[in-house]
């Protein structure tokens, strides 16, 4: 359902963050910001896209999903990989 395409986009979208750095070695985290709409692929973090219904938010290289069906769930990840579920 909703809450498994918000966890697929959020580890997606982090990998596709770690794939930034390692393609722009001297590009700082707090460079990488994007905001991906649903269904879109992000402008910035090239490699991410947002399944439908999903909003991806990047932010300092840390990445939150949110769902337009699910109004207080969500899914952060940093930099370190740390996952954060707001149920």
Do not use: F, M
């Not at 490699?47 to 939150?64: F, L, W």
Request: net charge negative; proline share 3%; hydrophobic share 35%.
């Amino acid at each position: 359902g909703w809450k498994s395409t918000v966890q697929t986009d959020a580890k997606n979208a982090h990998t596709a963050v770690n794939a930034y750095i390692v393609d722009y070695p001297n590009a700082a985290y707090t460079s990488i910001d994007d905001t991906i709409n649903p269904g879109a692929a992000g402008t910035v973090v090239t490699g991410a896209r947002a399944s439908a219904g999903n909003t991806i938010t990047i932010v300092d290289g840390v990445v939150t999903v949110t769902n337009d069906n699910l109004t207080t769930y969500a899914i952060e990840i940093d930099r370190n990989g740390n996952q954060t579920v707001t149920p």
